[in-house]
Nanobody, 119 residues
Framework: QVQLVESGGGLVQPGGSLRLSCAAS????????MVWYRQVPGKQRELVAG???????NYADSVKGRFTISRDNAKNTVYLQMNSLKPEDTAVYYC?????????????WGQGTQVTVSS
């Protein structure tokens, strides 16, 4: 069994920063790509940033230059550093991992963490 647990969300003022974490645990053999998504009620979940096992990254245009994704393979953890936050960044942020466990290779989702940007 593999689990992803996000943390680090909260309330922040516009222009502020937050750092999200997503830790994978369980019977992990290998972790491939890790991706952050976000979702606002009534809208589709959208990709925010992704990182491959080799460290290559990609970002949504709306967060380029403000957000940075990184990973610590020794800790099975991916991070999302969010700077210069805007009210439109308000959403539930989800972590998705392409992970090989003892039962095979699957995509796993975390439970989500709320980010609210408001004065």
């Amino acid at each position: 069994q593999v689990q992803l647990v996000e943390s680090g969300g909260g309330l922040v003022q516009p222009g502020g920063s937050l750092r999200l974490s997503c830790a994978a645990s369980g019977s992990i053999v290998s972790i491939y790509a890790m991706v952050w998504y976000r979702q606002v009620p009534g809208k589709q979940r959208e990709l925010v940033a992704g990182i491959t096992s080799g460290g290559s990254t990609n970002y949504a245009d709306s967060v380029k230059g403000r957000f940075t994704i990184s990973r610590d393979n020794a800790k099975n953890t991916v991070y999302l550093q969010m700077n210069s936050l805007k009210p439109e960044d308000t959403a539930v942020y989800y972590c998705n991992g392409d992970i090989r466990g003892n039962a095979g290779r699957y995509g796993y989702w975390g439970q989500g963490t709320q980010v609210t940007v408001s004065s």
